[in-house]
């Protein structure tokens, strides 16, 4: 079975801090991706990496950098995190086109 | 721009009701389609794909979904559900012939809550 493993399920942080969300999967999936997940607003797509060290944009990149050094391991970073950025983040990955793996989520409050 | 809307943004059921989720997304080509399952707590799985073939594509658990193409839809169904059924619900489309694996995009979801 494919596992995708979020580091945290729950995190507080303080506005103006520096965020880490660490995900790793066990596959050698070639793509990862961070969505974040809001009521009523479904999954929406911050970045994704199709290699390593290659990443591209989503649908709501600001205010957010990822890190892809080693193919089983995608972060995202909050540079200097913000209230609006309490969100679920959700990593997946997946083997070229076909359905995506889910990780169970890292609830973040932003303080 | 591609979309896909999920008409049902709440649904409450009685156990042993039949369900059925709307799904429509625009795209001029061709499709594959998705529905995913997150449970209370849970992270989020595939409940079924349709790639090409029988437009009619049986899932986990007793979900069916039908892609009716000259409607663009992809709805999602079960005849009797049951109270482990609540779940949000998320259908989601990507281009056939997408190449990187990025465009997938997801509806809104539908909140299903049945009661016992």
């Known amino acids: 079975d494919v596992k995708v493993t979020q580091s945290s399920r729950y995190l507080v942080k303080r506005t103006g801090e520096k965020v880490f969300l660490e995900c790793v999967q066990d596959?050698?999936?070639?793509?990862m991706f961070w969505y974040r997940q809001d009521p009523g607003l479904g999954l929406r797509l911050i970045y994704f990496?199709?290699?390593?060290?290659?990443?591209e944009k989503g649908d709501i990149p600001e205010g957010y950098s990822v890190s892809r050094e080693k193919k089983e391991r995608f972060s995202l970073i909050l540079e200097s995190a913000s209230t609006n950025q309490t969100s679920m983040y959700l990593c997946?990955?997946?083997?070229?086109?076909?359905?995506?793996?889910f990780g169970s989520g890292t609830q973040l409050s932003v303080l | 721009a591609q979309s896909v809307s999920q008409h049902n943004h709440h649904v409450i059921l009685s156990e042993a009701a039949s369900l059925e989720l709307g799904c429509n997304y625009s795209y001029g080509g061709t499709v594959n389609l998705f529905w995913y399952v997150q449970y209370p707590g849970q992270h989020l799985q595939l409940l079924l794909k349709?790639?090409?073939?029988?437009?009619l594509v049986k899932g986990i658990k007793g979900f069916e979904a039908e892609f009716i193409k000259s409607k663009f839809s992809f709805n999602l169904r079960k005849p009797s559900v049951q109270w482990s059924d609540t779940a949000e619900y998320f259908c989601?489309?990507?281009?056939?012939?997408?190449?990187?694996?990025?465009?997938?995009?997801f509806g809104k979801g539908t909140s299903l809550l049945v009661t016992p």
């Open positions: 989601a489309v990507s281009p056939s012939n997408s190449n990187s694996g990025y465009a997938l995009n």
């Open positions: 997946a990955s997946s083997p070229g086109f076909s359905r995506r793996f």
């Open positions: 349709y790639f090409s073939g029988d437009p």
């Open positions: 596959m050698d999936h070639e793509n």
């Open positions: 990496s199709y290699d390593v060290k290659m990443k």
